[in-house]
């Protein structure tokens, strides 16, 4: 996988979880590696068989400048690099266009031909469950678990109704409420009762105002 082509895409979506269309329309000029941000606006969608260039995202939370790792900042440094070598190697023959996923000659992907490479490699890997469309929800669920909260995480991918995301991730919030549960007992409790089935007859003294 990480030799892949798009290898630096595959990362920036399991990073960012942005859509699809935006991924494959993002160009260089909504890109600031030094500072590490990214701005999502263009869009690169499949309607009626036809790819359709679009500007601004799916909702109204879509258009807006997000933040990337440092990770994935040089992943894409390398991946500019690379670009840059190919734009000179085909000259004048480049595709225009200034999208920061290519073909060696300047031209962006059909987000379909994206979606089942990823599919093809995952499958090569005995990874065949994920799908490209899957990294947005595992970014999601692992932004959560790592504690980010839901308000971030919601507006990082997009989602304009912070009720909706809450809804299709409950099960990821639920888990977490359990964990923190435990871990709340283990400190206030101590060794002594944690993981027993008994009640304590008295419980420390805390003071909650």
């Not at 990480?2 to 290898?7: L, P, Q, S």
């Not at 160009?27 to 601004?56: C, F, I, M, P, Y």
């Not at 379909?112 to 947005?136: K, M, V, W, Y």
């Amino acid at each position: 996988m990480r030799e892949d082509r798009f290898a630096a895409m595959f990362l920036l979506e399991l990073t960012t979880g942005i859509r699809r269309g935006q991924i494959c329309g993002l160009k260089w000029s909504a890109v600031d590696l030094d500072a590490g941000k990214v701005t999502v606006h263009d869009n690169r969608v499949v309607v009626g068989g036809q790819v359709v260039e679009k500007a601004g995202g799916k909702t109204r939370n879509a258009d807006q400048t997000i933040s990337i790792d440092k990770t994935t900042v040089g992943a894409l440094r390398q991946w500019r690099a690379q670009q840059d070598t190919e734009r000179e190697f085909f000259g004048a023959a480049y595709h225009p266009g200034d999208f920061v996923f290519t073909y060696p000659d300047g031209r962006p992907p059909h987000p379909d031909s994206i979606r089942q490479r990823f599919e093809r490699l995952t499958a090569r890997a005995g990874l065949s469950r994920i799908t490209f469309h899957g990294l947005r929800h595992t970014y999601a669920t692992g932004a959560l678990r790592a504690g980010v909260s839901p308000k971030i995480v919601s507006g990082r991918i997009g989602h304009a109704n912070i009720g909706f995301f809450l809804e299709t991730y409950a099960h990821v919030l639920d888990n977490d409420d359990s964990e923190a549960a435990e871990q709340a007992a283990a400190f206030l409790l101590g060794d002594s009762w944690t993981g027993s089935d008994d009640a304590p007859a008295n419980l420390p003294p805390h003071d909650i105002t």
